[in-house]
């Protein structure tokens, strides 16, 4: 089935401390994205990448950052999270940038973050 | 990016055709129109898109104005399992690639059994 797949999906953590939620897609897709969604801010694209070895932020990158060594893989790491990185996050992923405006993304489940 | 507007919820009988409205009365030529919708706890999830004509999938139908300032979303017959948030979005090209989803607040829809 393809699909989109993170881990952990629920995660409470403390101020400080080092966390990664990984990423995974097995449609062999090009373009691969982080956002998070907050109430009455909707969503909000934090990191993305074209291929392997190629990321950009996005619109709120601040105090992430990403990976992308494998095509399947990418994995958002919080190297000192704080309470306002407390949030729901999505990785999403679609077949490649050219005809981006018309590409369907696929979003994981989501993963709810608390930091405390 | 340009704007849309969507009423904040509507209302259904199970069964029943719904018909989502979106306006986008300053969208540019090269924009498309693309649907998502969120269930509850769970990841967005694709409806459709278009860019000028009507669209059918086995999800639903895009009804776009001719003058491509509104289009509407159709589900043919309301199921429990469409209850959502549904967003419409436009998508334009962009020199980077990159075009990240930007959701408004969308319809809050509700079925009734």
């Known amino acids: 089935e393809a699909q989109v797949t993170q881990n952990p999906r629920y995660l409470i953590t403390v101020t400080g401390k080092k966390l990664t939620v990984t990423c995974s897609q097995n449609?062999?897709?090009?373009?691969m994205s982080w956002y998070r969604q907050d109430p009455g801010l909707g969503l909000r694209q934090i990191y993305y990448s074209m291929n392997v070895e190629v990321t950009d932020k996005g619109d709120v990158p601040e105090g992430y950052k990403v990976s992308r060594k494998e095509k399947r893989n990418f994995p958002l790491i919080l190297e000192s999270p704080s309470p306002n990185q407390t949030s729901l996050y999505f990785c999403a992923s679609s077949r490649g940038r050219d005809s981006s405006r018309a590409e369907t993304q696929y979003f994981g489940p989501g993963t709810r973050l608390l930091v405390l | 990016d340009a704007k849309t507007t969507q009423p904040n919820s509507m209302e259904s009988n199970e069964e029943e055709p719904v018909h989502l409205p979106c306006n986008h009365s300053t969208i540019s030529g090269t924009d498309y129109i693309h649907w998502y919708r969120q269930l509850p706890s769970q990841g967005p999830e694709y409806v459709i898109h278009?860019?000028?004509s009507n669209v059918n999938n086995r999800m639903a139908s895009l009804a776009i104005a001719e003058d491509r300032k509104s289009s509407t979303l159709i589900l043919h017959r309301a199921t429990l399992r469409d209850a959502a948030v549904y967003y419409c979005i436009l998508r334009d090209w962009s020199d980077s690639g990159n075009t990240p989803l930007v959701f408004g607040k969308g319809t809050r829809l509700s079925v009734i059994a």
């Open positions: 278009g860019l000028t």
């Open positions: 449609m062999n897709h090009e373009y």
